[in-house]
């Protein structure tokens, strides 16, 4: 079965710092690939994703995320974290029994000034 | 990008009431939407599949009477959560993918509603 392990539940770095977030999944066939950021009480928000074609994937707000067949990893890093970072990240793969997302744990981001 | 809205964005109900919550694709058509429940400090869990025209499917686990789904149009599916007990107090975050079908396709999810059952 599919899914989706972030093994981090809770990450802080000051701000300027550089971030990486660690996604690990497990799915049969080339995974599509995504994470989302939750801001408290909101919905989610796309920052990138991955179907195909170069690894390295260019998202929203200064985020990258690398896609490694061979660690079964989705990482998602950002040079330089700001203080409005400050989030929960949801890392998901594609390929629900209902073309439904299936999502990781989360992992909350805090950032010291 | 496309957009979902949902309403409310919040409610406080008492033990024993019902609550329909509303998940609306604002620019594009839907013919599949998906209601999720996040618990505090967990994941998204999926709870069904709303479909235009036919029946719902649920998860595991997830009481098919006490979470009614009517996908009434192909803009609009609605939740209902009835005789709500405070244990059904959540986040419940909508979902849409852009076309139907297939595992690469990107979703869009709605702001969520969150349900306080006192």
């Known amino acids: 079965a599919q899914s989706v392990t972030q093994p981090d539940i809770h990450i802080t770095v000051s701000e300027g710092a550089s971030l990486e977030l660690r996604c690990n999944y497990s799915?049969?066939?080339?995974?599509?690939l995504f994470w989302y950021v939750q801001s408290p009480g909101q919905g989610l928000q796309l920052l990138l994703k991955y179907f195909s074609g170069d690894t390295l994937v260019q998202g929203i707000k200064g985020f990258e995320a690398e896609f490694k067949r061979s660690q079964s990893s989705f990482n998602l890093r950002k040079p330089s974290v700001h203080w409005s970072d400050a989030a929960e990240y949801f890392c998901?793969?594609?390929?629900?029994?209902?073309?439904?997302?299936?999502f990781g744990k989360g992992t909350k981001l805090s950032v010291k000034p | 990008g496309a957009v979902v809205s949902q309403h409310p964005s919040r409610v406080i109900c008492k033990s024993g009431t019902s609550v329909k919550i509303e998940c609306r694709s604002l620019d594009f058509q839907a013919t599949t939407m998906f209601w999720y429940r996040q618990f505090p400090k967990k994941s998204l869990m999926l709870m069904a599949t709303s479909n235009e025209g036919s029946k719902a499917t649920y998860e595991q686990g997830v009481e098919k009477d006490k979470f009614l789904i009517n996908h009434a149009s192909l803009t609009l599916s609605t939740l209902t959560v009835t005789s709500a007990h405070p244990e059904d107090s959540s986040f419940y975050i909508c979902?849409?993918?852009?076309?139907?079908?297939?595992?690469?396709?990107?979703?869009?999810f709605g702001p969520g509603t969150r349900l306080t059952v006192l």
């Open positions: 979902s849409a993918p852009m076309a139907a079908g297939g595992p690469y396709n990107e979703q869009f």
């Open positions: 799915y049969g066939a080339t995974p599509y």
């Open positions: 998901a793969v594609g390929g629900g029994s209902q073309g439904n997302l299936i």
